[in-house]
């Protein structure tokens, strides 16, 4: 099944008549006798009463956090979900283990996560007084997903999975490349996951979304797990779910399977049992932010909260990325659950985040406008790379919710495409370019968002990012 790339739109808003207050009425006219009229027809009852959409559930990626699915967040609520209905996952420790079965400091196994998701749809269901959710995975979240269906009774409690990018027969499979992996379709979790002659779980609606050729994990060359030449023992199809129903978006990437807003389009469809009015995000007034600061743990991203970080956040030119004002917009030093707000901003403005914590470099994070609220805008501090430590300065444009294409997208920082952007298959999302120690403006920009950032010195442990939200 292959969705077309057309927009869908949407209905036009009704106009009720009006009377002001105090308007003085002509007088009444008599009229003739009415005559009788059939009784009315009793209300038609409309389908969205009798079988609502579930509560949906969220799932994040190897090394991610529920940030990335801001977009897709917003996107339903535009069509109608409301935001209580809507809920993201955070793993605590969001890596992989290099091996399922063997234990690892600050990385989780199979087990930890079926356990974990396990805990937030009870807390879900509890909360919304639902007997079932739907859950959505990206990537890795589908191993979680699938692992608490087979194994854990999750079936009772869901009603769709949408599994986007998930390599369901695995990376690779392989004795000898990644070797006891859960990523591994050759060893324990994958080969019991797909043993049988289907996917399908009793009661549970499955849809598997995924690239044509796009995606860097469903690849015949194992270039991108580090073993060019050598063959993966998987094809294109790899996230595919036998008898699921399967969709494939021509030309997108691994993350852009489950964040693009064609994957949005399919999985509400799945979903909520009709299409989406549209695929575009209705703009709030004033959005309100927050989000949680998080921290590194032996050199791996956590989504552990983190006590006594700073936050300041300035409004900046569209321009030039100069602050507006000396004063932040807001600031706040976080508790014990890592939050950074609430804090209302402005949808047509840009903003420089600037975290300071304990151990770590200041982190001048720049961004586009927030269209609408969101609690999922989480802050973690930048990594100084090796050999950056020589550089007056240093700045990095990053894209989460996908890869850069060279050929398929238009991607600059200051004016340059940065080194190391692979060509074919996009595979990376993140580029850097060192400076010299004067201040001046840097724009990153991607496709049809542009980004304003300014150069910070190194040698004062300044690192500047800038985050694009497409």
Not at 181 to 191: D, Q
Not at 425 to 433: E, H, Q, T, W
Request: aromatic fraction near 8%; glycine fraction near 10%; charge should be positive.
């Amino acid at each position: 099944m292959r969705p077309g790339r057309r927009a869908l739109l949407g209905g036009a808003l009704a106009l009720w008549p009006t009377l002001a207050f105090g308007q003085q009425l002509p007088p009444r006219q008599p009229q003739p006798p009415t005559p009788p009229q059939p009784a009315p027809a009793p209300p038609r009852r409309q389908v969205t009463d009798v079988a609502a959409p579930p509560p949906v559930v969220f799932v994040h990626g190897n090394g991610d956090s529920s940030a990335l699915w801001i977009n897709t967040l917003w996107r339903f609520e535009a069509n109608g979900f409301k935001r209580n209905q809507l809920h993201a996952v955070d793993f605590v420790y969001p890596n992989a283990r290099r091996e399922d079965a063997r234990p690892e400091p600050f990385r989780s196994s199979t087990e930890d996560q079926t356990k974990q998701l396990a805990a937030a749809v009870a807390e879900v269901l509890k909360a919304t007084r639902r007997r079932k959710v739907a859950l959505v995975g990206s990537s890795r979240g589908g191993n979680a997903i699938r692992s608490y269906l087979k194994h854990a009774g999750g079936a009772a409690s869901v009603s769709h999975a949408v599994l986007c990018g998930t390599p369901n027969k695995g990376i690779v499979i392989s004795d000898s490349l990644l070797v006891g992996s859960e990523f591994n379709g050759a060893f324990a979790f994958l080969k019991e996951l797909n043993a049988g002659p289907d996917d399908l779980i009793p009661g549970v609606e499955l849809m598997a979304i995924r690239s044509d050729r796009n995606d860097k994990y469903s690849q015949p060359d194992a270039r991108f797990v580090g073993a060019p030449g050598k063959p993966t023992g998987v094809g294109y199809d790899a996230s595919e779910l036998r008898g699921a129903r399967n969709v494939v978006l021509d030309g997108l990437d691994h993350r852009e399977v489950a964040f693009h807003k064609l994957a949005f389009a399919a999985m509400y469809e799945f979903i909520a049992g009709r299409a989406p009015a549209s695929m575009f995000i209705a703009q709030e007034p004033l959005p309100v932010l927050n989000g949680r600061v998080t921290g590194i743990a032996d050199g791996v991203y956590t989504n552990i909260p983190v006590a006594d970080a700073e936050v300041e956040i300035f409004e900046i030119d569209s321009k030039t990325g100069e602050r507006r004002s000396a004063l932040p917009v807001h600031r706040k030093v976080t508790g014990e659950d890592g939050a950074w707000g609430p804090m209302v901003a402005r949808p047509d403005a840009y903003y420089e985040f600037v975290l300071r914590m304990a151990a770590q470099p200041i982190t001048h994070a720049y961004r586009s406008p927030f269209l609408r609220s969101s609690d999922v805008v989480h802050l973690r501090p930048g990594i100084v790379g090796k050999g950056d430590e020589t550089a007056a300065a240093i700045v990095a444009m990053s894209r989460p919710r996908g890869y850069f294409g060279v050929g398929r997208d238009k991607f600059t920082l200051d004016g340059k495409v940065p080194p190391g952007i692979n060509d074919g298959v996009p595979g990376v999302s993140f580029g850097k370019l060192a400076f010299d120690a004067s201040p001046r403006t840097v724009m990153a920009v991607f496709n049809n968002e542009a980004i304003p950032t300014r150069t910070w010195p190194l040698k004062d442990n300044h690192l500047v990012i800038a985050e694009f939200l497409n």
